[in-house]
C-alpha cells in the first residue's frame, strides 16, 4: 500500500496570506495526485488531479505542484472560505488501492 | 445537474449489514464510475471500493474484500454498497462518489450516509 504523510497537520494562517500544504508518498507516484477541500458536515470537493490541473470551477488561487514523492498545494491568498481540511489522494496503481493522506487543517491565524 | 443522492442514516448490531443507496441523476450513469469512501468521526479519508457501472466490475480495498459488496442498478441509476459482520469500528460516515473519467479521482459526491454500530 502507498501511504500518504500530509503535513504539517495544522497551518494557522492569516486572511490574505499564502499557505502551503505537503504531500508525501511512500512510493513514487507519477503526478497521480489529487486534491480535495472538506469543510465541517461537508463532503469532500475537488480541487486539483493530475497534481497540478484545477477542477473545473476552482479558483486561480489554488495551485499544485511536484511530481514523484514530493507534492505540493498552495493557496496563494486565503480568503475566509478557505478555512477547511485539505486532503491529498493517490490513484497511482491498477487495479487501484486509492490512499488518502491524513489532512491538513488550515485555521485562522 | 449531476446529484448523487445517499439513503439516510442507519443505526445497527455488531455482526450485522447494512447497505446504503446513491441514487444519481443529470449525467449519464454508465460512463463514469462510482466510488465509496468513508470517514470515521473527526478521521480522514478512506477509499473502500469502486465500481464499474458499465459492466458491474468491482475493485475492493484490502482491508474490505470479503465483507463488502458493491452492485448497480441501470434501470433507476442507483449504486448499493453493502457492508457485513459490522464492528464498532465501521461506525462512520459513508459517501459514495462519481469518478471522473480518465482518473481515479472523485468529482462530484453524495451528502453522506452516517451509519452506527451500537449494541
Same mark, same amino acid.
Not at chain 1, 27 to 32: A, L, Q
Not at chain 1, 56 to 60: K, Q, R, S, V
Not at chain 2, 53 to 56: D, K, L, V
Given at each position: 500500500e502507498i501511504v500518504m504523510t500530509q503535513s504539517p497537520a495544522t497551518l494557522s494562517v492569516s486572511p490574505g496570506q499564502r499557505a502551503s500544504l505537503s504531500c508525501r508518498a511512500s512510493?513514487?507516484?507519477?503526478?497521480?495526485l489529487a486534491w480535495y477541500q472538506q469543510k465541517p458536515g461537508q463532503a469532500p470537493r475537488l480541487l #486539483?488531479? *493530475?497534481?497540478s490541473t484545477r477542477a473545473?470551477? #476552482?479558483? *486561480?488561487r489554488f495551485s499544485g505542484s511536484g511530481s514523484g514523492t514530493e507534492f505540493t498545494l498552495t493557496i496563494s491568498s486565503l480568503q475566509s472560505e478557505d478555512f477547511a481540511v485539505y486532503y491529498c489522494q493517490q490513484y497511482n496503481n491498477w487495479p487501484p488501492a486509492l490512499t488518502f493522506g491524513g489532512g491538513t487543517k488550515v485555521e485562522i491565524k | 445537474q449531476v446529484q448523487l443522492v445517499q439513503s439516510g442514516a442507519e443505526v445497527t448490531k455488531p455482526g450485522a449489514s447494512v447497505k446504503v443507496s446513491c441514487r444519481t441523476s443529470?449525467?449519464?450513469?454508465?460512463i463514469y464510475a462510482i466510488g465509496w469512501v468513508r470517514q470515521a468521526p473527526g478521521q480522514g479519508l478512506e477509499w473502500m471500493g469502486r465500481i464499474n457501472?458499465?459492466?458491474?466490475d468491482t475493485n475492493y480495498a484490502q482491508k474490505f474484500q470479503g465483507r463488502v459488496t458493491m452492485t448497480t442498478d441501470t434501470s433507476t441509476s442507483t449504486t448499493y454498497m453493502e457492508l457485513r459482520?459490522?464492528?464498532?469500528?465501521?461506525t462512520a460516515v459513508y459517501y459514495c462518489a462519481r469518478e471522473t473519467v480518465g482518473s481515479l479521482t472523485f468529482d462530484y459526491w453524495g451528502q453522506g450516509t452516517l451509519v452506527t454500530v451500537s449494541s
Open positions: 512510493h513514487t507516484i507519477s503526478s497521480n #486539483i488531479y *493530475a497534481a473545473t470551477g #476552482i479558483p *486561480a | 443529470g449525467y449519464t450513469f454508465s457501472t458499465y459492466n458491474g459482520s459490522l464492528r464498532f469500528d465501521d
